[in-house]
């Protein structure tokens, strides 16, 4: 399974395409596949995301999972305390002022 991946250009947060467009949470990803690199090629150009890229990842029983640990990191947040990781459709996640 191929998901894609970017930073959201105004708050430089890490989101992941759902198939229409982004989300903070790795969990609403779906599936690129073969069209992966033209979405974000596309969506790059149309500015809404800054330096999408495809990567590898599998669908498990607990959700979506990026298959190296560097994107792991990124859907999931910091490795060393739980309770700063961003939690599934938290509804406060995403409203940081700037």
């Known amino acids: 399974m191929k998901i894609l991946t970017g930073n959201d250009l105004k708050t430089g947060a890490v989101v992941w395409w759902d ?32 330096v999408p890229y495809a990567i590898e990842a599998e669908k498990t029983e607990n959700g979506i999972r990026p298959a190296h640990i ?9 490795t060393v305390r739980p ?4 939690k599934p459709a938290d509804p406060e996640a995403g409203n940081w002022v700037i």
């Open 83 to 86: 309770d700063l990781t961003l």
């Open 19 to 50: 198939g229409v467009s982004w989300s903070i949470h790795v969990e609403d990803a779906v599936d690129a596949g073969e069209s992966a690199d033209d979405i974000a090629a596309r969506e790059e150009a149309l500015r809404r995301v800054n």
């Open 70 to 78: 560097k994107d792991r990191i990124r859907a999931l947040g910091p």
